[in-house]
């Protein structure tokens, strides 16, 4: 049995029964959860001093572009509509199957850098080739992060393929379907064949009347994911909260390209769960920090000057949530990840807070979200496995990645200005 000791962190379980402990141990098992508590006995179990350190559930990123991370920055000052034109229409299709490989793996090995341990990969990206298909789930699977692929842009027939070679259960990566709306006959369709394969569904979803046409043209499923939400109508919500989807909001995003004010009050009013997510990384910096902080200014913002009162501010404990437990309730996989739940996978972060930017800590929960960034994150495990340790990811290829991702963008460099 292999056994690990976290000793002596400041641990945010974000389960309300065993609420925060101050100064307590985590013990890791076979790549799961033993226990938790102060002063816990492993003789034999590895022991890693979490003194200084504030250690919690990994991350949960609700959605995410991830093979856009080889354009990382190209459309920092892009409107929504140039990242269609741009990234969309004209990038993307210039990309073969080792690009969107390189994508993935670069987006998945920066999110575990970040802390982020779990991701939905919202692939809206041509697949002409079963090569194209299987180079995005490779990259997934070579990083050794928790994934849901929501297969998109590509064909019925390779859908169907991948559903019958990726597992699901306690495999680290599997697979979903990004059914974005579009005529009657597909709308139908795809939600369809969700429901033969058996495929959670994500989904854009903005506009008023949004969710209300899809509940007239298929009903809605429990467990989709919409993503953004900005501007639904009150009863979209309610048909969201009623169905048992979720709401994946990507603040940073939501505010840098336009799509108006993120709507976490309107979320919470009409009970649908509510996560946070990264979007693109062309545009925005995809780790959890930005997003708590983007979505902690943005709510109160609306909250004093949008029609709200005081009772509608968000704490940062609030905030906290979203980016974790929210983030698995959302995937369905609360009973998993989300919490340091003795029981659930070892997924988890340690954050120094012995740094000058940290220092002192009078709550942690609220110097998470308002003090920590990146390079805080110490260590980073995956179902018990170390994917970043003493502040380096253990990717035995990562300088070769890296080298990569730069050919890559030079290449496209030269081919766009054609």
Excluded at 261 to 290: C, H, I, K, N, Q
Excluded at 334 to 346: I, M, N, W
Aim: proline share 4%; net charge negative.
């Amino acid at each position: 049995m292999d056994r690990l000791l976290l000793r002596d962190g400041h641990v945010l379980t974000m389960d309300p029964l065993l609420g925060d402990l101050p100064c307590a141990d985590i013990l890791v098992e076979d790549g799961r959860i033993a226990a938790v508590g102060p002063s816990l006995a492993a003789d034999d179990a590895e022991v890693v001093d979490a003194a200084g350190c504030i250690v919690l559930p990994g991350f949960v990123d609700t959605h995410r572009h991830m093979w856009q991370a080889v354009l990382r920055g190209h459309g920092a000052d892009q409107t929504l509509g140039e990242y269609f034109r741009v990234v969309l229409g004209t990038l993307g299709p210039l990309m073969g199957p080792h690009d969107l490989y390189l994508g993935n793996l670069l987006s998945a090995l920066s999110a575990l850098d970040a802390g982020i341990t779990t991701v939905q990969d919202i692939s809206n990206v041509g697949k002409p080739t079963q090569d194209h298909s299987d180079a995005v789930i490779a990259g997934l699977v070579d990083s050794g992060i928790r994934a849901r692929h929501s297969y998109g842009q590509g064909t019925e027939a390779d859908l169907r393929r991948l559903r019958a070679a990726i597992g699901g259960g306690d495999s680290l990566v599997t697979l979903g379907l990004n059914a974005e709306p579009s005529d009657e006959h597909g709308t139908r369709r795809a939600w369809a064949l969700a429901d033969e394969l058996d495929l959670p569904i994500a989904l854009h979803a903005r506009g008023y009347g949004t969710v209300d046409r899809l509940h007239r043209l298929t009903g809605l499923h429990k467990g989709t994911v919409y993503i953004h939400g900005n501007g639904l109508g009150g009863y979209d919500l309610d048909l969201i909260a009623q169905s048992g989807g979720a709401l994946s909001v990507a603040p940073a995003i939501e505010m840098t390209m336009g799509h108006g004010l993120p709507p976490f009050r309107e979320a919470r009013d009409a009970g649908v769960r509510t996560s946070l997510s990264t979007d693109v990384e062309v545009a925005a910096a995809a780790d959890m920090f930005t997003q708590m902080r983007a979505a902690f200014q943005t709510s109160r913002y609306a909250a004093l000057h949008h029609g709200g009162s005081e009772r509608d501010l968000p704490t940062c404990r609030q905030i906290l949530e979203y980016a974790t437990i929210g983030g698995a309730r959302a995937l369905g996989l609360e009973d998993r990840v989300g919490s340091l739940t003795p029981g659930k996978s070892a997924d988890l972060v340690v954050l120094r807070a012995d740094r000058p930017g940290v220092v002192p800590v009078y709550d942690a929960a609220r110097t998470v979200v308002s003090a920590m960034d990146r390079g805080d994150v110490d260590s980073v495990l995956v179902a018990g496995t170390f994917r970043k340790r003493a502040g380096r990811l253990t990717h035995a290829s990562l300088a070769s990645v890296l080298e990569q991702a730069g050919a890559v963008r030079d290449r496209l460099r030269r081919e766009h200005r054609r």
